[in-house]
């Protein structure tokens, strides 16, 4: 049974440009009934045994992953990607929690598929870390064996912003689901376009600017008054990431701006360390966005303003003792 220890994933489904291109959760979707054929290829399933096998769900509330499930689907089959009837062999959208579905893959006129292992569908736990790892295992029998792919393209492939697929694709790297090798500056002063895949670059592999990241770190030190080492990079973290894995909007708190009102005091009387500069450049990018962005921009002056008071108050307090 050599052909169900693997799903195939015909790779029309992951190209941005195809009329089959499929989101994150229909992807995942598609796997787990994938991986649900009987020995002749069948798929008997229910909305409930589909919540129940995956390990990974769309919704913390069952109800909700469920209706979420139906909705998948139906957007599956609308794409014509499934064919999905009741028991009676009946196509409808009304179908419950617990109602009998016989679901069939659709064939494609092209024969190129991306092999899906089931131990690596195990290992990964969260939907959009199983789609980056899908685009860029695609290309893994290419000729260079690499997935070279812009910011741009990755927005296109994980439909969503531009800023908020890079950060999907830089959490996947953090959890080791992919590697990237960074593109140098070529002679036209341009970077070059990031390479990536789902095993390591070698050291003779990577280009000048991965090998700095990798070997080159910035001393973690700092000397501010109020904040240790450990709640700059937190604050980085938040400066970072816009959403959550619940997809959940992330912004900086009150602290962060405390932080970056006191890194700015201190540039100006002393200077920064040089992971100072790192956190205080990126908190700077972040809030720069957010004020740009009406449906934010009055949450940042909030929290600005918050921070002013606090430290006034701050102050006045050490300034008593």
């Not at 670059?201 to 080159?216: L, N, P, R």
């Amino acid at each position: 049974m050599e052909f169900f220890k693997f799903i195939m994933i015909n790779n029309q489904l992951l190209d941005e440009n195809s009329e089959f291109h499929l989101t994150s959760n229909e992807l995942y979707i598609y796997s787990l009934l994938s991986s649900s054929r009987n020995i002749r290829g069948q798929i008997y399933t229910t909305p409930s045994t589909i919540h129940a096998i995956g390990h990974i769900k769309l919704a913390t509330e069952q109800k909700r992953a469920i209706k979420a499930i139906k909705d998948t689907l139906i957007s599956l089959r609308d794409k014509k990607v499934i064919k999905i009837t009741n028991a009676d062999g009946e196509i409808t959208n009304d179908f419950k929690a617990n109602d009998t579905l016989i679901v069939e893959l659709s064939e494609f006129d092209t024969e190129y598929h991306t092999q899906l292992n089931f131990e690596v569908l195990d290992g990964i736990n969260n939907i959009r870390h199983l789609h980056v790892y899908l685009a860029v295992f695609k290309w893994n029998n290419s000729e260079s064996g690499v997935f070279v792919c812009s910011q741009e393209r990755w927005s296109k492939i994980l439909q969503c912003s531009k800023r908020h697929a890079v950060n999907l694709v830089n959490r996947a790297e953090g959890a080791g689901i992919i590697y990237k090798n960074i593109g140098d500056y070529n002679e036209k002063g341009k970077q070059d376009v990031n390479q990536y895949r789902t095993t390591p670059f070698e050291d003779d592999e990577i280009t000048h600017h991965s090998f700095k990241k990798k070997y080159v770190e910035i001393e973690e030190e700092t000397d501010l008054e109020h904040f240790t080492v450990e709640h700059l990079k937190e604050a980085e973290q938040r400066f970072i990431t816009f959403k959550d894995e619940n997809g959940k909007d992330v912004f900086p708190n009150e602290k962060d701006y405390v932080l970056m009102r006191d890194l700015y005091k201190k540039g100006k009387e002393f200077g920064l360390t040089e992971f100072e500069q790192k956190i205080f450049k990126t908190g700077k990018k972040r809030i720069g966005i957010l004020r740009k962005n009406d449906a934010t921009a009055k949450i940042s002056d909030d929290l600005n303003e918050q921070a002013k008071i606090f430290i006034k108050h701050r102050d006045e307090m050490e300034m008593r003792n």
